[in-house]
């Protein structure tokens, strides 16, 4: 089993997840968001976190690229979580919904159909829906996959905004070059596994 | 032609093909959305061969009403396909379709080795394309379908977001901590309810169409997944409902004219849908 050194997320970290393919960071990942049980090892969860604390923004598959969805409904069922059997959604989930939408510069979007966006569109949409929850630990999983440099830098601001705001975040990436300046952390997989807390980010 | 109209609905029998074949396709089209969207499609296909099959069996074991043989069969069938839809690897597709050739192929062999009847290729056709039985349909099975049809709407209204959750992001749902393996379950259960009432309307081979084609061409049209299932629910009311009437005005097969309304349908639907975009 690939080694994993000891690490936590505090409150308003912002810790990217390296290594190598196969090293386990989208297990770990999926770990974290409740997905997997560990096989070994113990993962400790702030109270309250367990139930619609965690925002998850997975790797996208193929099935939705083509998902005749509005963007605001995509963004609304993140508020899911926290509803039961009731056939319409609440003023506040609505209203949720609208801020997170803002909050990503999206609200013009939301009457558009999801398989019209753009890939940055998208995962922006998808960041927004993981935002509708009261969410304190946003998950993503390699969301820059597929996105031109441009969107890419774009939706980097997008987190360090997000991050300002006080919500912690942990990130599965490739892309080290961009996403490192930002992060306060980083937790290496792999062969060289290690935990680093950077002093100096901005 | 409206006074013939009024005069075939004067008919108790055809008002129950009417009110019993729109309600089960209302049904059908419901649960075909998730399906084709969630890319199971051809579930829905294997599941109708698979009752095929047990209805043949069945049949020549004596059972007074066959379905008390289908109904158990399909259900079983339909909870094994869709918990291994979930992981769908390769070979999925291919035990799939080994499956529905299989069952096709036993039910044939039973219904020939042990005929409940003279006249075997007649009951074959009659099983694989439907028949006019949709005309003896009595007033309880009219109420079945009213029943039937009340409760997947129920269903539909009060899972709404879950089911919009499921088909759009398993994934997603799953983390937020959806009962994602019960929410499988229940829609296989149902979805081979519905299977196995809506054989007796068009048939084995025609029923997989019920589930497809209204999801199929509301996509064509609609941008959100409300329109969706608005959209493939008045499409399928109509053509069912005006497939039914043809049929029985011009005395063709009433399955394979509700297929063909729904298909022309769909043309007119991927045409529209282009002046949409």
């Known amino acids: 089993m690939p080694p994993c050194p000891d690490f936590t997320v505090g409150a308003g970290d912002y810790v990217c997840i390296v290594g190598p393919n196969g090293a386990g960071k989208t297990t770990l990942l999926k770990c974290m968001a409740g997905l997997l049980r560990p096989l070994s090892g113990t993962l400790v969860l702030a109270p309250g976190l367990a139930d619609g604390g965690i925002g998850y923004v997975p790797q996208q598959g193929p099935l939705q690229r083509d998902f005749p969805a509005s963007v605001r409904e995509v963004v609304q069922s993140g508020c899911q979580a926290r509803r039961g059997w009731r056939p319409f959604y609440t003023g506040l989930e609505r209203r949720r919904a609208a801020e997170a939408m803002e909050r990503l510069d999206i609200a013009p979007l939301a009457k558009r159909c999801y398989r019209e966006l753009s890939g940055g569109q998208r995962q922006r949409v998808l960041l927004a829906r993981a935002l509708c929850g009261e969410c304190r630990l946003l998950l993503l999983d390699e969301p820059t996959t597929g996105l031109d440099p441009e969107a890419t830098a774009e939706f980097y601001g997008l987190l360090r905004r997000v991050n300002a705001s006080g919500q912690a975040i942990a990130m599965v990436t490739h892309d080290r070059s961009g996403s490192l300046a930002a992060a306060s952390c980083v937790l290496t997989l792999g062969p060289d596994a290690s935990f680093e807390r950077r002093t100096s980010h901005v | ?277």
């Open chain 2, 1 to 277: 032609m409206s006074e013939t109209f009024a005069e075939y609905l004067s008919y108790p029998f055809v008002r129950n093909a009417l009110v019993a074949g729109t309600l089960i396709s209302l049904c059908a089209a419901l649960l075909g959305v998730p399906l084709v969207l969630r890319r199971l499609s051809f579930i829905g296909d294997g599941l109708s061969h698979v009752a095929f099959g047990a209805m043949a069996v069945a049949g020549a074991m004596n059972f007074a009403d066959t379905m008390a043989l289908s109904l158990p069969v399909t259900v079983g069938a339909a909870l094994v396909l869709m918990r291994s839809g979930r992981g769908a690897k390769a070979g999925g597709d291919a035990m799939l379709a080994m499956l529905s050739v299989g069952a096709m192929a036993a039910g044939y062999l039973v219904m020939n080795l042990k005929p409940s009847s003279s006249n075997v290729s007649g009951d074959v056709c009659t099983t694989l394309f439907g028949s006019v039985s949709i005309l003896t349909l009595t007033t309880f099975d009219m109420w079945l379908s009213v029943g039937l049809a009340a409760s997947v709407c129920a269903l539909w209204l009060f899972a709404y977001h879950h089911i919009f959750d499921m088909t759009f992001d398993e994934a997603y749902a799953r983390a937020s901590g959806a009962g994602v393996a019960l929410f499988n379950t229940v829609s296989a259960v149902v979805v081979a309810v519905v299977m196995v009432i809506s054989m007796r309307l068009v048939g084995t081979l025609l029923v997989s169409s019920l589930l497809v084609v209204p999801a199929v061409a509301a996509m064509r049209v609609a941008k959100s997944f409300r329109a969706v299932c608005v959209v493939a629910a008045a499409f399928t009311v109509t053509c069912s409902a005006s497939g039914i009437l043809v049929a029985v005005v011009a005395g063709t097969p009433v399955g394979a004219t509700i297929v063909a309304t729904d298909i022309a349908a769909f043309l007119v639907m991927s045409a529209a849908g282009r002046f949409v975009r």
